[in-house]
C-alpha cells in the first residue's frame, strides 16, 4: 500500500507571493490534516478535511487554506507569503477522524525568501 | 483544549539499556494516544498507539502504557538501540486533529 505522498518535497518562494502544496493520502483514507512545524513552535496544528469538508481549523491566519477533492487528495495554499511561513509542512491522513492512527507524509520544506 | 506536555526536551541513555519517555495530559475523556518518531526534515513515522480503554500496548521493543488517574503515559522501548536515536512526540488524536507534545530528544549510545 502506499504511503502518504507530498509534492513538492522542497519549494522557495518571494516574499508576498503564494503556494499551493499538495497530498495525496493513503488508499482508503478519508481524513487528511495539515501540520506546521518550526523550531519555536513545534508540530502545530493548521486543518483538517474529511470527505471534502473543513472539519476542523487551527489558529493561522486566513491566508493559510486548503481544499479536499472527491478522491481525498488535499491541498494547502497559502497566499502574500511571510518570511516566517518557512516551516515543514506535514500531511497526515487517517481512515476516520478518531481514535485511529495518522500517517503522515515526508512534508514540503517551504522556504520564503 | 487537550493539552499534551512532554516535560524532558532530551534523555540519553546508554545501547542496550531500556528508554522511558514520558507524557502528560489534561483531557479526561476517552482519549487515543499515539507516540511518533521523527528525524529531522521528515515527516514523523508511526510508533505505537493506545487507547483508554486500555493500560498497557505492547508491539515489539515498544510499550506504551496508559496511568489514567495520573493522565500520564509512557513509551519503553527495551533494548535500546543507536538507530532510536530521534525526536519522540506523544499525540492525541481528537476528532481529526493531532495535538502534540512538544517532543523529547533520545539519543541512544552505543
Not at chain 1, 505522498?5 to 518571494?14: A, H, S
Not at chain 1, 495539515?34 to 487551527?58: A, D, V
Not at chain 2, 522511558?20 to 482519549?31: E, H, K, P, R, V
Request: proline share 4%; net charge positive.
Amino acid at each position: 500500500k502506499a504511503g502518504v505522498t507530498q509534492t513538492p518535497r522542497y519549494l522557495i518562494k518571494t516574499r508576498g507571493q503564494q503556494v499551493t502544496l499538495s497530498c495525496s493520502p493513503i488508499s482508503g483514507h478519508r481524513s487528511v490534516s495539515w501540520y506546521q512545524q518550526t523550531p519555536g513552535q513545534g508540530l502545530q496544528f493548521l486543518f483538517e478535511y474529511f470527505s471534502e469538508t473543513q472539519r476542523n481549523k487551527g489558529n493561522f491566519p486566513g491566508r493559510f487554506s486548503g481544499r479536499q477533492f472527491s478522491n481525498s487528495r488535499s491541498e494547502m495554499n497559502v497566499s502574500t507569503l511571510e518570511l516566517g511561513d518557512s516551516a515543514l509542512y506535514l500531511c497526515a491522513s487517517s481512515y476516520q477522524d478518531m481514535n485511529t492512527e495518522a500517517f503522515f507524509g515526508q512534508g514540503t520544506r517551504l522556504t520564503v525568501v | 483544549d487537550q493539552q499534551v506536555k512532554q516535560n524532558s526536551p532530551s534523555l540519553s541513555v546508554q545501547e542496550g539499556r531500556i528508554s522511558i519517555l514520558n507524557c502528560d495530559y489534561t483531557n479526561s475523556m476517552f482519549d487515543y494516544f499515539l507516540w511518533y518518531k521523527k528525524y529531522p526534515a521528515e515527516g514523523p513515522t508511526f510508533l505505537i498507539s493506545i487507547s483508554s480503554i486500555k493500560d498497557k500496548n505492547e508491539d515489539g521493543r515498544f510499550t506504551v502504557f496508559l496511568n489514567k488517574s495520573a493522565k500520564h503515559l509512557s513509551l519503553h522501548i527495551v533494548p535500546s538501540q543507536p538507530g532510536d536515536s530521534a525526536v519522540y512526540f506523544c499525540a492525541h488524536h481528537q476528532g481529526g486533529k493531532l495535538i502534540f507534545g512538544q517532543g523529547t530528544e533520545l539519543s541512544v549510545k552505543p
